[in-house]
């Protein structure tokens, strides 16, 4: 699956992000240290652009399924989120490069996107297993993965590089389909 679908419920729609809309999100990418946990940069118009080429090109290699989000609530463009590490013989995929401006984090935004994105990864797509990784100090997404019913199945040391030269440690997460099917029947 090489294409982007477009998922909505009543709150958000997850559309395919692109190189003719993701300066909509320009706005929002701006905001300074929007992803300071994160080692993608996203800053300048230029920066997310790369960001945005980079997403397709992992689209292209079947790889990554990139979303631009839009707020309902809002009327208006508020980040973007993708599948990715997509691994199709094993059945298993991320859910990961999220970011959402500060004024939509905190109003059932990324939940709401989130239970969109796991209901198709695991009934639509089939897969197994959905991963979440997360800087071990970004306690607000921790918590936000946690709700979701996600598993901390390990801490990986030092794995990543930030942009501020901060060798983070990632948390990583899990959540099989049972476990998702079993709490939202």
């Known amino acids: 699956m090489n294409y982007t679908p477009t998922l909505e419920n009543e709150r958000v729609i997850l559309s395919p992000l692109t ?7 320009i706005p929002i990418a701006s905001q300074k240290k929007l992803v300071q946990y994160s080692p993608s940069d996203i800053e300048t118009p230029s920066s997310l652009k790369n960001y945005v080429e980079t997403a397709l090109q992992q689209l292209a290699a079947g790889t990554s399924i990139p979303f631009i989000i839009y ?10 989120t993708r599948f990715m590490h997509i691994n199709r013989k094993n059945k298993v995929l991320h859910i990961g490069s999220t970011w959402i401006g500060r004024e939509f984090q905190g109003t059932g935004l990324n939940s709401q996107m989130k239970q969109l994105m796991l209901t ?13 990784r997360v800087d071990e100090r970004n306690t607000a997404s921790r918590k936000a993965v946690e709700k979701l019913g996600c598993t901390l199945e390990g801490i990986l040391r030092k794995d990543v590089y930030l942009l501020d030269g901060f060798k983070r440690n990632t948390c990583y997460y899990g959540l099989l389909r049972e476990e998702w099917l079993g709490t939202n029947k």
């Open 71 to 80: 707020d309902r609530e809002h009327n208006t463009f508020a980040g973007s």
């Open 19 to 25: 190189l003719e809309n993701y300066e909509k999100l």
């Open 120 to 132: 198709y990864a695991f009934t639509t797509l089939d897969f197994e297993k959905i991963e979440f």
